[in-house]
């Protein structure tokens, strides 16, 4: 079974940047695409960004594309999303999902049994 676990949120200025880091152990991180996706409250669940197995290819939601950049290094089971130019609407709970189905044009699907906890990232103006 999968164990995913998210690193790296906490509190930032608006304008200010935040890596957020999303490992995963025990099973076959490196075939899986997969994404981030985040929860304001009072707000459901979205899409943020989301890149292949391979690492070869991206796809960003509307509202992050251009200051945010999702990255992965296989060799440590490890997926990565560098958040910059942050604003206060970025706030929320960030999920990864360490296996979805991946869409080089449309939002992936995340698949049940691969979330990890979420960590908070608070943005103030």
């Known amino acids: 079974q999968v164990r995913v676990v998210e690193s790296g949120g906490g509190l930032a200025q608006a304008g200010e940047s935040l890596r957020l880091s999303c490992t995963a152990s025990?099973?076959?991180?490196?075939?899986?695409?997969m994404g981030w996706f985040r929860q304001a409250p009072g707000k459901k669940r979205e899409f943020v960004a989301a890149i292949s197995g391979s690492g070869d290819s991206t796809y960003y939601s509307d509202s992050v594309k251009g200051r945010f950049t999702i990255s992965r290094d296989n060799a440590k089971n490890t997926g990565y999303l560098e958040m910059s130019s942050l604003e206060p609407e970025d706030t929320a709970v960030y999920y990864c999902?360490?296996?979805?189905?991946?869409?080089?044009?449309?939002?992936?699907?995340?698949?049940?049994?691969?979330w990890g906890q979420g960590t908070q990232v608070t943005v103030s103006s």
């Open positions: 999902n360490a296996d979805v189905v991946y869409y080089t044009d449309y939002e992936p699907l995340p698949r049940d049994d691969y």
């Open positions: 025990g099973g076959t991180f490196y075939s899986g695409a």
